[in-house]
Each structure stands twice: as C-alpha cells, then as structure tokens.
C-alpha cells in the first residue's frame, strides 16, 4: 500500500494548524510567486472554502498584489482577509429583535447542534434580559424533546411541548398562543433534523412556518440554519434548499471548537447572501459567539 | 453543482483535439486531470489525497491504450473510475464475530455524526442475521442521549443497559458486558458520547474503555457530508483507537460524499455500512463501487462504459430482439442505434444478440466497422422526416435527392443506404434461418461494414 503510506506521512505535515502553515507559507520568501498564490489556494481549499470560491479568492489578491504593487509576501494574508471579510460583510449581522415578539425558527439536518444551539441562545438572551419561551418542535427524534427540556432548564427558561410523535405545527401553534399570552420577548422553535432533499420533510417545515406566520404576522423574525462547521461543500445545497423551504435569514456555525474551519460559509454569502450571525464553539451553555468576519477570517489564517 | 454535471462534457472537450483512437498521450492526460481534480475538491475529497491520486492516475493514464469501446474522454474516466473503485477497497459488510460470544462492537464518533441511531440500526440487522444483541447507554454526557438509545430499544424491543449518567462509561462498559453474559445475549452494541479527536480527556476515555472490554469491532462513525477535515478526525481517531471500520451516515442526501475516499484513504480501513435514512432499518452494506461514481459525479457516463464493456442494457436489448423478429425495425431504430454505438459501440453487442454470431467471428466483424461511412449514414438518416424513416419505402426518387443535398451525400449514397437497410431487415426478417447462412459463411453486410 504504497499510496497509504504516502499519503499518511503528507499528512503529518499537513495536520500542522493554519497559523502555522501561513506563517511558514509567508516568512520563509522573499517574494511573491506563482507557487506561493498555489499554497494560498490550496489553504483555502482545504478549510473547505471550495475549489471554485479558492481560485477566485486567490485571483482577486493577484489583482490587488498588482495594484497596489505589493512585494512582500507577509502582506498577501492581509489583503486576503480583507476581501473575505468583504464577502462577509464587515462586523456583526445582528439578531433581528423587535419590539414584543420575537419569534426565531431554528431548522438544519440531523445532528448539526439545532437543539444545543438552542440552548445556548435562550441562555444567551435571557442574560440580555429578555423573556425566552421554548418550543419542542422536534417531535420526531427519539428523546429531542427531553433534551430541549434539560436545556430550557438549564437556561432557566419554559417550554411549551407535545408528545413524541405530534404534529410540529401544532406545537408551534400553541408555543405561539402561550408566546403571546405569557408577554414572553423571544419565541425559539426547535424542529426535527431533516436532509434538505427530503421534500416531505422539508414540507412540514413549510407548514410550521406558515402556522406561525398565520398567528402572528410578520413572524418568524428570523430562520436560523445551523450549520457544522465539519460539513463540506453540501451545507451549500443545505442553505440553498432550507432557504426555498424555510426563507433562512442567518447562519449558526456550530462545532468550531474542532479544527475543521467551516469555510463553506464563504461560498453561501457570496451565492446565497445569507449571513453568519452566530458561531458554536462547544458544548457548554456559554460557548457561543456572535459571529465576526474579521475574528473568521483570521481564524482561517492565524 | 453544474460542475459535476459538467465534467463528463468537459472531459470530453479536453480530448477533442486528440483525433482518432490512440495512446493517450500527456498533455491530453494532465488537462483531463485538472477537470477530475476539481471534481473530486467539489466532492469533499481532501485536498491532499486528491494530489496523490490524481498524480497516481495520472501516471497510469499516459501511453494507455484507448479501448476501441471507448473514447480517449471515456477511457480516462475510466481508468479514474477503476483506480477510485480500488481505493474505495471491496465490499465488506461483516462484522468481526468473537470466538466466543459474547461479540463486542463500539462505536465512536464526532458529535452529531450519527451515533446512538446507529447503535439502533445495526442492532436490528444483525438481529435480523440472528444475533441477540445488548444496547450500552455509554453516553453520559449529551442530555438526553441515555434517553434516546431506551426508546430506540423500546421501539425495537432489544434490551439496553444503561446506569444513568453518573457512572463512568468505562464502568457501563463492563457492567454491560457481564450483563449480556449473564442474559446469554451474544452481541453487545456500544454507544459512546460524541467528542472531538482534540480532545484528549475523552480519548482518553475511549482508550479506557477499549482496554477495559476489548471491543472486536471499533467502529468510527463518519458524516457523509463532512468536508476536508475528515482526514484529521479519522486518522486521530484510528491512531487512538486502531478502528477496525467505518460506518458512512446520511447519505440518502444529496452530498458527493468524497469524505467517504478521504476517510479510506488515510486509515486503510474499509467502509461497512452506509446510513441511507433516518428509519431504524436503513443501514445497508456500503458499496465502494456504487460510492466511486458518486464521488465522480458521472454515475450516468459510468454506466454507459459499462455498458460498452460488458452487455447492453437488458430491457432494451429484449426491445430491440423484438423489433429485429418483428422487422418491425425501422431507420429510427438504425439512428438510434447508431448514436449509441457512437456514444459507447454496443454493435458488438447487438450483433451479439444475433444467433450464430459469436466469438471469431463477432471480432472479426468488430474490426470491419467504417467510422466514416457510420459518419455518412448517420447524415443522410438524419436528413430524413420522420415519417420517412419509420415507413423507409415512401423515400421515392424526389425525396432522395432531397435527403441527399441535405446531408451533402450523393443520391447514389441515399440509394445504397436504403438499399442496405432493406437487405439488412430482410435478413432480421429471417432471422431464424440466418444461423444456417451464417455458419455456411453467407455474408451479414450491415451497411456500416467496410
Ligand atoms: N464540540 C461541539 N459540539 C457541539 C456544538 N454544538 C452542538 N454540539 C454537539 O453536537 C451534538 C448534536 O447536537 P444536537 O443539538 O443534538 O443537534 P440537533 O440534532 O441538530 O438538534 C451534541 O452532542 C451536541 O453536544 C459545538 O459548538 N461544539
Ligand atoms: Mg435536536
């Protein structure tokens, strides 16, 4: 097994972290080459930024490396943050919080961290002072709804709940009325795990929405895709048919607390204009951030 | 994903300039790389192990022959289809039996990869092959999750071992495995908590529990969506753990799933068993065949090689033995076939079909094909109404001529054609006494033959 073996060893010297890869990729040159703008690619390429979105990325640091007739190499990894950082908006996309209620859908494929993220928003907004309410939208997985309820806990917050098995919409409904009735701030409804190619599935997404929809107009204020940061190029197809499905309005990237860098995310701005508001950064109830395009994109290239 | 839908085309445009059937030679070789490079990078397939592949294919690929099935676009795909099948390893849906019950499997994982439902699933098939299974509630960390694995027991009346969450999984661990023991049940699934391979406490505790009962089978668990990272977590997995297999969740979606190669690729191990839905009885036994045009993204273009190389498609081969007994066979049958035959030469398989002709003399026929009278009979079909080619006997005088300026032949062309045609359905017409003329060695002239 030759090519086993090959390969293993290349990838000693690849699993070095980003920061270092960089800092080797610019400070052992004295000047700006074809196999430098290579290695770029390749860096981007593998935080899973996608080849198509890499080589254009890198073609628009050659243009500025050439306006600005730029020489030394340490400045590449600047003017490539900054047109990342271009592409994600600069600064914080923040929560769409209205005055009275704020109902928040949060939607994604199976196991992505919908529920803990959950979680750790209520907590989140709780401590800005708001009142949360729960809804145990997934009615599907084996004990989701035990699990939103240890969160809701946890967070010190209610949940409005069915039994394994019910229609969501449902659970929705009455999540809405007891919503309206208890002056509650923030609404968050959990919902099952689903492939975005299931259209059943993705139907009954449809349905819960239009439910709160029809009870309280202008609702939902946001659709939350949580996204893993572990996922490849697919999370764009999972933003593009959520999105059809559901209307996305933000981003939660979950799991950054590994090493894989979630740069998929750079491709669905840029494609679908759908922004990052939050990132996950584990599994405790405070690990999570709101999401900075300045700190991602550095987080890409130390 | 146009890309993928692309890339047979494209693959098929960087050999177009390549005339005729040859080696292929290096230049054509590297620019039919770069659209399989992007294609895999699209599919998830690290970065790394895309190099070495590509470069390993690439060195295979200069001074092959092109097969005469096949274009040059083709035989590379091929050959990179073939190569990818190989890494992808055979089939292997078993599971390591201990000698003496009982048999211990432990599966491990990222979080939210699949896990606990796994657990489920596997149970209820090696159930199904007569194993009496134990589910361990070995996550005590995720809420919920001891929870989840009792109603998925429930559902499938298997007994679960659980302690709660205040035990040690290491202690759940050998308490299950004296339970399984002392109930005479002889498969003991473990569930562990999801962690990330960085971590180094909780590997650690998968390294304890390992020691503590021995697993004949660790099984890593692996997202099919998952994106480059996969090479890290599975070989930081496989250094810990020394996993025995891989089991590939999700892929009833719409992902390439070339994490599935990166995954192989770096540990070596093989892929058992596929994940293809959220029901507790969708865990099938993984195909790495199957998984390789996926990846490719030209699963349509694989199986029309296929096709070329082993025998057509059989519903379609029992269409036209129909027509051909029937004579019902028309010009819009010759074109179709034709096109086909252009596409993948499946002639050899048609003539196949034919009684008597077979072995020697199929080859010999085989060789005789004229790709540039093929090329003329195709224009003047083409050239022809519908209505003309389902009823050929309507094509008098004026209408040759026509079908003859318009597809730059000569009205003696257009004559020859029909002419063979005719002849040719009026020997499928006898088909059943063909066999003797062709053994008396009476000539089949099909008019694409020198
Ligand atoms: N390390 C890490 N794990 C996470 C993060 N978010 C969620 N998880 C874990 O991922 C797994 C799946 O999460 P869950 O909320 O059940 O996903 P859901 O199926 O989308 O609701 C659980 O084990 C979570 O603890 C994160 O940001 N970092
Ligand atoms: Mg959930």
Redesign the interface.
Known sequence: MGFFSKLKEGLTKTSQNFVEKIETLVTGRKHIDEELYEELEEILIQADVGVNTSMELVEAVRKKVRERKVEDPAELKDILQEEISAILDEGKSPLNLIEGLTVIVVVGVNGVGKTTTIGKLANWLKEEGRKVLLAAGDTFRAAAIDQLEIWSNRAGVEVIKHNEGADPAAVAYDAVQAAKARKVDCLIVDTAGRLHTKTNLMEELKKVKRVIERELPGAPHEVLLVLDATTGQNAVSQAKLFGEAAGVTGIALTKLDGTAKGGVVISIKRELNVPVKFIGVGEGMDDLREFDSRDFAQALFG | ?A?FEGLADRLQNAFKKLKGKGKLDESDVSEAMREVR?AL????V????V??FVN?VKEKSIGKEVLESLTPGQQVIKIVNDELTE?MGGAQAKINLAPKPPTVVMLVG?????KTTTVGKLANLLRKQGRRPLLVAGDI?????I??????GR?LDIPVFAMGDKQSPVDIAKGALESAQSKGLDLVIIDTAGR???NEELMDELKNIKAAVNPHEILLVV?A?????????A?SFNKELEIDGVILT?L?????G??ALSVK??T?KPIKFAGMG?KLDALEPFHPDRMASRILGMGDVLSLIEKAQANIDQEQAEKLQKKLRTADFNLEDFLDQMQQMKKLGPLEQILGMIPGLGGKKLKELKDQIDEKEMAHIEAIIKSMTTEERRNPEIIKGSRRKRIAQGSGTKVQDVNKLLKQFEQTREMFKQFAGMEKKMKKGGGLKLPFFK
């Open positions: 994903m890309l992007m990078l699209e599919a998830d690290n970065f790394k192990v190099k070495d390993k890494l990222l979080q939210g990869a699949g960390y995720r809420p919920a999750a929870k989840q694995l009792e109603v998925l559902q990330l391979h960085i997202d969506m998952t994106g480059q990272d996969a090479v890290t977590v070989d999700k009833d979606g719409d992902t390439r070339g994490a690729a770096v070596g959220e």
